[in-house]
């Protein structure tokens, strides 16, 4: 009850409307943060089956490339960076997979989210690589496939993401091998 000065006591009427009106906005807040936490947790990587994101960017080499107009029937679309001890264990054997199945329309893309360019191109002088390489530092083509880690490879046909694979492989292995063959 409010007193002859008209300020308000504990446990006024006006105190109480606040009281519930502040609880319920406290509420709606939480509820609001939790789906908004909720929301960017969602898993927003390309699974098999789903259309590749689109991207164009420009190799090494100087080719465009797309997840369409690569120039071959099969894309291994590989993420990696220099300073990544697994990617580049698996250098030599998508050297080898390269070679055996570029014949046959297999094309391998290594993006390198590499920040510094220069240490990027320093590596690739030192390395010999068979397939093509181009460099995301801003990882842009990685952020539109869900790539967090890195190697990640997507195995592309047809516009369609058919596999992804998680960590350094041997791509030399019967089972990749016979794998990307069925797909040509």
Same mark, same amino acid.
Not at 151 to 169: A, F, W
């Given at each position: 009850?409010?007193?002859?000065?008209?300020?308000?006591?504990p446990g006024t009427d006006d105190q109480v409307k606040t009281n519930n009106a502040l609880r319920t906005?406290?509420?709606?807040?939480?509820l609001l943060i939790i789906g908004l936490i909720g929301f960017s947790l969602r898993d927003t990587s390309a699974k098999?089956?789903?259309r590749a994101p689109e991207f164009s960017i420009k190799t090494d080499s100087g080719q465009q490339v797309t997840p369409l107009r690569f120039g071959g029937k099969v894309l291994v679309l590989n993420?990696?960076?220099?300073?990544?001890?697994p990617c580049i264990q698996e250098i030599p054997s998508l050297n080898e997979f390269q070679k055996r199945l570029a014949p046959s329309g297999v094309v391998v893309l290594a993006i390198s989210v590499d920040k510094n360019p220069q240490k990027y191109r320093d590596f690739l002088?030192?390395?010999h690589v068979t397939f093509d390489t181009a460099c995301d530092p &801003?990882? *842009?083509?990685?952020a539109q496939y869900g790539t967090f880690q890195?190697?990640?490879?997507?195995?592309?046909?047809?516009?369609?993401?058919?596999?992804?694979?998680?960590? &350094?492989? *041997?791509?030399t292995n019967d089972e990749i091998m016979h794998y990307i063959e069925s797909l040509l």
């Open positions: 009850m409010a007193g002859s000065s008209g300020i308000a006591h906005l406290l509420a709606a807040l939480t098999e089956g789903d993420f990696w960076a220099t300073w990544c001890a002088d030192r390395i &801003n990882w *842009d083509i990685a890195i190697p990640e490879t997507y195995i592309i046909k047809d516009g369609r993401v058919m596999r992804k694979l998680v960590s &350094n492989q *041997d791509w």
